[in-house]
């Protein structure tokens, strides 16, 4: 076999095989019925771009390989900012939904007690060999030719089949399109779990992929709140007359943007020293020697509470899954959570902009 050279090698991108891979058939003919219309919210706006599928939101119920071809059909091609999947995960297992009763609990029932009646099958996620990826390659061209130039994909997968899933969205969406890959800790290790094999499973990972990152991606970069008591804050931060803070180094900043930071008292002089302005040289040192900081001040909210804002990077640990907040649960067994939907779409969205 020739030798590759080295730059053919870089270049080269790796294609997932599988047993029985096929190019991605054509959709079936979709027909769809209508069964239910309402009247649209006030805070509803028709999809732009003139689509002619009815204007508000839509919920399809059947196989989604037809529902992708029938929205393109109907004009949605390309106009789509945001597409968030959340497939099956090839757990190989029967998910189904406990049917609890909606009635109040009597007197002698543990207040614990659930009042189940029975089960409802939901869906299977038990697949013959290459058949799951093939499901998923089938659907993917579909969801790229539905973007916007500017819209972003987001697969939520777990450790089953993020590095299968990965290179597929890669052969799909082209390997310069991949944007991140998010970790959110979904659960916390407990119960049983604590016990497992080689650590427990706590994450789940969302796979982003642009559309074209030529074209400027839709981005709004999230920020988090950490709330923190006095003490804690004593403990991590210094403390001025104006409140708890942190430094940074200036970095870049120019010598007219530290003499604004300084008229602000926001300029952090060490060993109990105070910034010199030399306007000579147009430089700013501190008095006592050490490294000029920039000072970040929490923000006080009352009552012994200081808020810190910082930026989130693709670690989201401070989302709680379903398990932590059960007063959202209604009984589907891969059910996620309204705070992760919601960063997802506030992150890769502006208001009125059409997300799948």
Avoid at 26 to 46: K, N
Avoid at 70 to 82: E, S
Wanted: glycine share 8%; aromatic share 10%; net charge positive.
């Amino acid at each position: 076999m020739a030798r590759q050279s080295r730059g053919a090698i870089k270049q080269a991108t790796p294609i997932l095989s599988w047993p029985g891979k096929q190019p991605p058939a054509p959709p079936p003919p979709a027909r769809m019925q209508r069964v239910e219309l309402f009247a649209a919210c006030s805070t509803t706006q028709p999809p732009a771009g003139g689509a002619t599928i009815e204007p508000g939101n839509a919920l399809f119920l059947g196989d989604n390989h037809t529902v992708l071809a029938h929205l393109l059909d109907h004009g949605l091609g390309g106009k789509v900012k945001l597409i968030y999947i959340d497939p099956p995960f090839d757990t190989g297992s029967s998910h189904r939904r406990k049917i609890r009763l909606r009635i109040p609990k009597a007197p002698t029932m543990q207040t614990n007690a659930d009042a189940i009646v029975g089960e409802e099958m939901q869906y299977y996620d038990r697949w013959e060999a290459g058949s799951y990826l093939q499901f998923i390659y089938e659907r993917l061209p579909l969801l790229r030719e539905l973007l916007a130039d500017d819209g972003s994909l987001w697969l939520h997968c777990d450790h089953r089949q993020a590095h299968h899933l990965r290179l597929l969205l890669q052969e799909v969406f082209g390997a310069d399109n991949y944007l991140n890959t998010v970790i959110w800790r979904s659960q916390v290790a407990r119960g049983a779990k604590v016990n497992a094999f080689y650590f427990p499973f706590s994450a789940h990972y969302l796979e982003i992929f642009a559309k074209n990152r030529r074209t400027p991606t839709t981005w709004n970069p999230p920020k988090k709140q950490i709330v923190l008591n006095e003490e804690e804050a004593e403990r991590s931060f210094m403390r001025d007359n104006r409140g708890f803070f942190r430094t940074s180094d200036p970095g870049t900043y120019s010598f007219t943007s530290l003499k604004a930071l300084y008229a602000e008292g926001r300029l952090y002089a060490p060993f109990g020293g105070q910034p010199v302005i030399d306007e000579a040289r147009q430089r700013i040192y501190p008095s006592r020697g050490g490294n000029l900081a920039v000072k970040y001040y929490l923000t006080e909210l009352g009552r012994g509470k200081w808020a810190l804002e910082r930026a989130v990077d693709n670690l989201w640990d401070d989302i709680p899954g379903l398990g932590i907040t059960p007063g959202e649960d209604l009984g589907y067994p891969t059910q996620k959570t309204t705070a992760l939907l919601e960063r997802v779409i506030r992150t890769a969205t502006n208001p009125g902009d059409l997300v799948l």
